[in-house]
């Protein structure tokens, strides 16, 4: 989103969203934030009297996130919560049903004090879908939403009430987009999915990049040292938490004749369920999310990119659609990229279709160590997959003009309500 809305004019640029994920939020883009916590955003009893308590307000920049009761919760009551708390309810039928955000006098007042005029929406809950609605009946101005991963598939998927659920869900959705003027999706799979899904005509947005942070020049495609290093860089989780597993327990038992192979892993996601395992795998290592700049650099002190996504069942279902961010910024970096992942993804399908990647679509140890000897050994190949991803990413995800269509789109939708 950051990379999406670069360039905007920071006082016509307002986030409203829930404390939960007001983590690491920044203002080098947006500086006006609006936190909904204690007075709109409301848990039912008796589940109001474990939940930490938010205060609502726009955030303040020059002190720490306007959290109330002080420091963030141990790493003890994050597990409890994430780990039980979450799916304990979910399993019950309770989980949907147990949150609703609602309008207060100071939510409203700021809202007729900064007067908007396009509604940007990504929303993947009941509460936030029902939030969305009444936002915008509200407001009374156009609508954006932004689809990003197919949640709608995934969102309920646990215990004996997960139809009801995902019929009433799926309801409340196709009510919320019958309401909404412009639809934006991550990827061509995903657009031609919806259409089908939701006879709706969605417009694909990639993660745009900008040219300038990656050298025209690629990086020598050689066979010499001793060491091959293999890099991912991102989140762990549904989507990829197996996948990453996988080929984390294969690293530690692949062996090359000429290379020692190592596998580091770069994420803020230290403490997700699987992490903790990979750490201890022989050639693996875990390391801190760095910063946004620094990643062309680090990418470039790599022999190899991968792109993992699941092959369990309900991994495919969330991420069938969905084209990672970092797929466009791996493409322009000049370093060949291994695609991990299943045949029906987007991301393999965007790979195979323009030949710019090995795509591994089995999740056989024989399929990986037939990649990894032809990824290490053939120089010419590496060399070609390189230039056809390179020249690709320059064409597609140029961010200057990707940004002037999605600004573009969006400006043309503004109103002005408020004279």
Known sequence: MSNLYMNWDKDKLAVIATGHVMNGITN??????????????????????????????????????????????????????????????????????????????????????????????????????????????????????????????????????RKYWQKRIENVLKHLLDMTDLYLSISEAMSEEYKIRYGKTFR??????????????????????????????????????????????????YSHSDKSVEFDIYTNDNKELGVGKMMRYKGVNVFSAVSYDQVPNLMNSYDLLILPLDFTKSGLKFSRYSMPTKASEYMASGIPILIFAPYETAISRFFLKYQCGYCVNSPEKDSLEKAMNMLISDNDYRSLIVERAKKLAFQLFDGDRVRSDFQSLISQLAVSRWD
């Open 28 to 161: 080098d883009i947006c500086d006006t934030y609006y936190q909904l916590g204690s007075e709109e955003y409301r848990w039912k009893f008796p589940f109001s009297l474990v939940q930490r308590k938010f205060s609502s307000g726009l955030v303040a920049f020059d002190q720490s996130p306007i959290i109330s009761g002080g420091r963030k919760g141990s790493d003890l009551r994050s597990f409890l919560v994430d780990k039980i708390f979450y799916p304990t309810l979910e399993w019950l039928g309770c989980y949907h049903s147990a949150v609703r955000i609602e309008f207060s006098d100071k939510l409203k007042d700021w809202l007729f004090e900064y007067k908007p005029e396009v509604l940007y929406i990504q929303a993947s809950t009941l509460d936030t879908l029902l939030f969305a609605i009444e936002l915008k009946k509200f407001l009374e101005i156009p609508s954006v939403f932004h689809m990003m991963d197919d949640w709608p598939s995934t969102i309920s998927k646990r215990g004996p009430f």
């Open 204 to 253: 694909p947005f990639h993660n745009p990049i900008d040219l300038d942070r990656f050298s025209s020049k690629d990086k020598p495609i050689t066979s010499h040292g001793k060491r091959f290093r293999i890099l991912y860089l991102g989140r762990v989780g549904t989507a990829n938490r197996q996948s990453l597993l996988r080929f984390a327990s294969f690293i530690s038992q």
